[in-house]
C-alpha cells in the first residue's frame, strides 16, 4: 500500500506536501496546547493551510474543472499518503504513546479525517494509519488508540464508509485475534462494539458468504506412537501416583497405562480406551471441528463418529471417577451443591485462555485432575470446551436432515452454505445418499452431550449460555443462508405509532377484577388437622428474621436468570422475585445499614448493603462531633507531587472537620504496602480487574506512574453527593487533568512544596521508595511545579511549607463562598497566606 519509495524526495510535490502537513500539525499545537485526545480539531482549524493546497495541485483550484479534479485525484491521494506516512513513521518511531508528544498523531489523524472529508486524500488513509499503529502497540497502547477512535466514530465514518469498512474490519479482527478474551474482555466488547456502531449491521462486507472455514487454525499434536516419542519427563508425575517412575536413576518408559478408567466405571456397550490409544483420536477431532466439510467424506465421517463416543466415554468415566470420590481426597476438591451465581464466579476466576497444550504427557491431567495440580474447574473447562464444540459440529449435521432443509426450502439460498447436494440419510438406507450420516446416531450423541454438561453443579446454568449463544448464532446462519437480504425496516409512519399507541393503552387499562374484592381464599381455614398446623406455624423460617447475607445470593440468581430468560412473560416474573428479595433485603439492611441507602442508584443493584464496611463507616461517622460543611459541596481535588503532603492535608481536614468530607480511595493496581489498608488507602486490585473497570468507564480518571496504574471511581465520587458530604479526592497531575477533560466538575487546589530540596527531604520519608523511584518522582515533579503558576488546571496553589499554615490555607480555600469557586488563580506564599489568615481570618475559619 505504500508509495514511499527511496527517490521520493525528489518529487517536489510530496516535499510540499509534507511541510504543508507539518506546518499545520505545529499550527496544531498552537490552538490545542492541550495534550489529550480532546478535544477534536476541525476544519476551521486548518482553513489557512487549505488555501495552501491549490499551489501544490492547481487542481484543487475553486475554479479547475471537474475533468482536472478528477484526472489529478490518483496523484494528489498519492502524495498526501506519502507526506502523511512519512510524518506519522516518524512520529511513531520517536515518541511512545504514553507521551504527551503523541497528541501530534491524533492531531494528523483529525488533519486526515478532513482532508478525506473535503476528498483530498484517500478515505481510508486515516484507517490505513491507525491499522498499523494498532499494530505497533501494546494491548494497553491500543486501548488509547481505542480512546481516540470512540471519541471521533461518527465523524471518521460519516463520509466514504465503503471505502473504510474494509481496513475497519480488518484491524479490529485483528486486534482481537491478539486480544484475549479471558484477560481482556471488556476491551474486546469495546472493539466489537465500534466495529457495530461504525458498520451496520446489514452490512455484508463482513460476511463469510462463501462459506469458507478458517482452515488455518491446525491443532498439532504427537502422531508417533507414544513408545517411540517423549521420554519420561522429569516433573510430569506430579503426585507421583498417576507418573511415569524412574529407577535408577535412568528415565524407564512405562508400559502404556489406562486413563485409570477403571474397569468398574465401564459404560456397558462402550470401551474405555487407555490413554495412548485416546490420545489421537481425541486431537484428530479438532481437525474436523475446524473442517466440518470434511465429514462429507464416508470413511472420515466414520473416524469423527467413532472419535467422538470415545472421547465421550473417556469424558463420561472422568466423571464418575470424581462422583464417587476416587483418587486421594479429590472429594474435598469437588465443590458441594454450589449456587450457580457462585460456580460461575468460580469459573471466571478460572477462565483460562483456551490454547490447547497437546502434549502427550499433559493428556491424562486435562482429562482429568486425579493429581489436582489443575484444579478440578480447570480442567472440567477444558471438557466443556471440546464437548462446545462436538455440539456445534452435530448441530451442523443435523441442519443437514431433510426436515431441517424444508425449514429453508421456500427462500431464495446462499448455494455456497447450504450444501445441497450432501444429505444426512440413515445409515445405509437408500438414495445414494452421499453422505451416510445416522440422523438418530446425532441426534443420541446430541443428547449425550447435553446431559453430560448439565450433569454438573453449575451445568444447568453454563448450558443455557450455551444453548442462548448457538441460538443466536442461528439467526445469522439463516440469514447468510437468505443471502443476507437487507435487514433495515421501513420506518413507522406517525398514523401507524398513533394506532399502536392507542391500542397499547387499550390493553394497559386496568380492568374491573373478575373476582370480587377482598376474596382471598380462606380455605386454610378448614384445616382438619389442627396439631399439624400448629407444627407448621413452629417453622423457624415462618418467624425468624433472616439474615441479610441470605439474600445477596438470592438476588444474584435472579439476576443470572434474568440474563437468559426467553420470554417477556418470564421476564417480568423474575422481575418481580427480585424485587420482593430487594424489598426485603432493604428492609432488614434499615436497621444497620442505612448510610448504604444513599449511595444506591438503581433499585437492580443494591449490592452496597451488602457490604461490611458501609456498616463500620456509618458506626463511625455517628459518634464524631459534625464538621462543618462547606456551602458548595463541588467536589475537592488535591493535586500535586507525589511526596508533598496530599495525604497529610487530606488526613487533617478529615479528622478536624468530621463527617463533613468524603475522602474518595483510588483503585492502584500496585500491591499495598505496609500498613496499607484496602479500601482505606487505596482499593487495590490486580491489572485485569482494572482495565476492565477501564474499558467499563468505570473511572473518571486514570493515570499511570511508572507501569503502576490508578484510577478514581466515578460511583464513589457521585455517591457523597447524595449524602451532602464534600468528595476529596487526591490526584497527580495526569489524572486531574483527564477528570478535567472528562468534564468533572471540581475545586482544585495544587498542594505545591516550598522547594525541590524539601520535597525530596519528604520523598526520603516515605518508606519503600528506592533511590531511583526518588529521583524519578522529583524529575517529574520539577515540571509540575514549575508549570502550577501559568496552569489554568488549577482553582488555587497551595505551598506546603509549615503544616498548619497549608491547612489553614486549604481551609480557606474550600470554605469560601461560591462565587469566589474557581474564577482566579492565585499562587500563595507562605507569607500571603498568613497574611489572609489575620485579615480574613473570620471567613477563614469555619468553626
Ligand atoms: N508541611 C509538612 N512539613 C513536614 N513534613 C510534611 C509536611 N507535609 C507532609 N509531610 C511529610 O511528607 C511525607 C509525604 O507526605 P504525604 O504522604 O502526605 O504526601 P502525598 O502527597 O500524599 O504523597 P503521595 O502522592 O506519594 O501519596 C510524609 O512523611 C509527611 O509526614
Known amino acids: 500500500m505504500s508509495i514511499t519509495t527511496l527517490a521520493e524526495d525528489e518529487v517536489p510535490q510530496v516535499s510540499a506536501m509534507t511541510d504543508l502537513l507539518k506546518d499545520a500539525l505545529a499550527h496544531a499545537q498552537t490552538i490545542k496546547p492541550a495534550a489529550t485526545i480532546e478535544p477534536p480539531l476541525t476544519k476551521s482549524n486548518f482553513e489557512s493551510f487549505m488555501v495552501r493546497l491549490p499551489a501544490i495541485f492547481p487542481s484543487l483550484a475553486p475554479d479547475s474543472t471537474p475533468q482536472s479534479k478528477d484526472s489529478d485525484k490518483a496523484r494528489l491521494y498519492a502524495t498526501v499518503e506519502t507526506a502523511a506516512r512519512r510524518i506519522f513513521s516518524s512520529m511513531v518511531s520517536s515518541t511512545s504513546i504514553g507521551s504527551p508528544k503523541f497528541v501530534q498523531v491524533w492531531n494528523l489523524f483529525d488533519l486526515l479525517s478532513i482532508l478525506s472529508d473535503n476528498e483530498q486524500c484517500d478515505p481510508a488513509l486515516l484507517f490505513w494509519l491507525v491499522e498499523e499503529l494498532l499494530d505497533s502497540q501494546t494491548v494497553d497502547g491500543c486501548r488509547k488508540v481505542f480512546d481516540f477512535l470512540e471519541s471521533r466514530r461518527e465523524r471518521i465514518t460519516a463520509k466514504n464508509l465503503k471505502q473504510k469498512s474494509l481496513v475497519i474490519l480488518r484491524s479490529c479482527n485483528d486486534l482481537l485475534r491478539r486480544l484475549s478474551r479471558a484477560e481482556d474482555a471488556a476491551f474486546c466488547g469495546r472493539v466489537y462494539i465500534f466495529m457495530f456502531q461504525s458498520i451496520p449491521p446489514g452490512d455484508r462486507s463482513s460476511v463469510n458468504l462463501r462459506g469458507e472455514y478458517h482452515v488455518e487454525n491446525v491443532t498439532a499434536f504427537e502422531e508417533t506412537p507414544a513408545a517411540l516419542d517423549s521420554p519420561v519427563p522429569d516433573k510430569m508425575d506430579i503426585d507421583g501416583e498417576g507418573g511415569h517412575p524412574k529407577s535408577d536413576g535412568k528415565d524407564v518408559k512405562p508400559a502404556p497405562k489406562a486413563v485409570s478408567f477403571e474397569a468398574k466405571n465401564k459404560p456397558d456397550s462402550d470401551k474405555i480406551l487407555d490413554t495412548d490409544l485416546l490420545y489421537p483420536i481425541f486431537w484428530a477431532l479438532q481437525h474436523f471441528f475446524s473442517q466440518p466439510t470434511t465429514l462429507f467424506d464416508q470413511s472420515e465421517l466414520t473416524k469423527f463418529k467413532s472419535g467422538i463416543e470415545a472421547t465421550m466415554t473417556a469424558f463420561e468415566s472422568v466423571e464418575k471417577i470424581q462422583k464417587s470420590g476416587k483418587g486421594p481426597d479429590e472429594h474435598k476438591l469437588i465443590p458441594q451443591k454450589r449456587k450457580a451465581a457462585e460456580a460461575n464466579e468460580d469459573l471466571r476466576s478460572t477462565n483460562n485462555n483456551p490454547k490447547y497444550l497437546t502434549s502427550r504427557e499433559l493428556f491424562e491431567l486435562e482429562l482429568r485432575s486425579t493429581n489436582f495440580v489443575l484444579s478440578q474447574i480447570s480442567d472440567l473447562y477444558f471438557r466443556r470446551h471440546i464437548l462446545i464444540q462436538a455440539f456445534i459440529i452435530i448441530d451442523f449435521l443435523l441442519s443437514l436432515t431433510p426436515q431441517a432443509r424444508a425449514k429453508i426450502a421456500n427462500v431464495q439460498q446462499n448455494r455456497s452454505v447450504v450444501y445441497a447436494d450432501k444429505n444426512l440419510g440413515e445409515d445405509n438406507v437408500g438414495n445414494t445418499p452421499k453422505i451416510f450420516f445416522s440422523e438418530i446416531w446425532a441426534k443420541k450423541m446430541k443428547d449425550r452431550i447435553t446431559s453430560y454438561i448439565q450433569a454438573d453443579s453449575d451445568g444447568f446454568f453454563f448450558f443455557r449460555v450455551v444453548e442462548s449463544v448457538i441460538s443466536r448464532d442461528k439467526g445469522w446462519v ?142 463511625e461517622d455517628d459518634g464524631a462531633d459534625k464538621g462543618k460543611c462547606p456551602k458548595n459541596t463541588t467536589p475537592i481535588i488535591l493535586s500535586g507531587p507525589s511526596g508533598v503532603g496530599k495525604s497529610t492535608l487530606t488526613s487533617l481536614l478529615l479528622e478536624r472537620q468530621k463527617g463533613a468530607f468524603n475522602k474518595i480511595v483510588r483503585h492502584t493496581t500496585r500491591a499495598a504496602k505496609n500498613g496499607e489498608v484496602n479500601g482505606q488507602d487505596f482499593h487495590f486490585v490486580d491489572l485485569k480487574t482494572f482495565n476492565t473497570m477501564l474499558d467499563g468507564d468505570y473511572f473518571l480518571e486514570s493515570s499511570n506512574d511508572n507501569e503502576v496504574r490508578y484510577g478514581t471511581s466515578q460511583k464513589f465520587v457521585n455517591a457523597p453527593e447524595a449524602s451532602e458530604k464534600v468528595a476529596l479526592i487526591q490526584l497527580d497531575r495526569e489524572g486531574t487533568q483527564m477528570a478535567k477533560d472528562n468534564g468533572f466538575s471540581a475545586r482544585i487546589a495544587f498542594i505545591s512544596p516550598p522547594s525541590l530540596e524539601v520535597l525530596e527531604a519528604r520523598l526520603r520519608k516515605i518508606e519503600g521508595l528506592s533511590e531511583e523511584e526518588v529521583q524519578q518522582k522529583l524529575k517529574a515533579s520539577q515540571e509540575e511545579i514549575e508549570q502550577s503558576g501559568s496552569s489554568d488546571l488549577y482553582d488555587r496553589v497551595i505551598i506546603n511549607d509549615d503544616l498548619e499554615t497549608a ?41
Open 807 to 847: 491547612y489553614k490555607a486549604l481551609e480557606d480555600f474550600i470554605y469560601e463562598s461560591a462565587n469566589a469557586n474557581g474564577v482566579h488563580e492565585e499562587t500563595s506564599t507562605d507569607e500571603d497566606t498568613a497574611m489572609k489568615d489575620e485579615t480574613n481570618d473570620d471567613d477563614a475559619n469555619p468553626s
Open 478 to 619: 439463516r440469514w447468510k443462508v437468505e443471502n443476507c437480504p437487507p435487514i433495515e425496516r421501513p420506518s413507522v409512519s406517525p398514523v401507524e405509532f398513533n394506532e399502536a399507541k392507542a391500542g397499547a393503552k387499550r390493553l394497559a387499562t386496568s380492568r374491573r377484577p373478575k373476582a370480587g374484592l377482598n376474596s382471598l381464599s380462606l380455605a386454610f381455614m378448614d384445616e382438619k388437622d389442627d396439631n399439624q398446623s400448629l407444627e407448621r406455624l413452629k417453622d423457624p423460617t415462618r418467624w425468624r428474621l433472616p439474615d441479610l447475607a441470605e439474600f445477596k445470593n438470592k438476588i444474584a440468581s435472579d439476576d443470572l436468570d434474568l440474563d437468559f430468560a426467553n420470554s417477556e412473560k418470564e421476564k417480568t416474573q423474575l422481575l418481580e422475585s427480585k424485587a420482593s428479595k430487594t424489598w426485603r433485603a432493604l428492609r432488614i439492611a434499615r436497621r444497620s445499614r442505612l448510610a448504604a441507602f444513599d449511595k444506591i442508584e438503581d433499585w437492580q443493584n443494591v449490592d452496597v448493603i451488602f457490604q461490611e464496611s458501609v456498616a463500620e463507616e456509618t458506626q
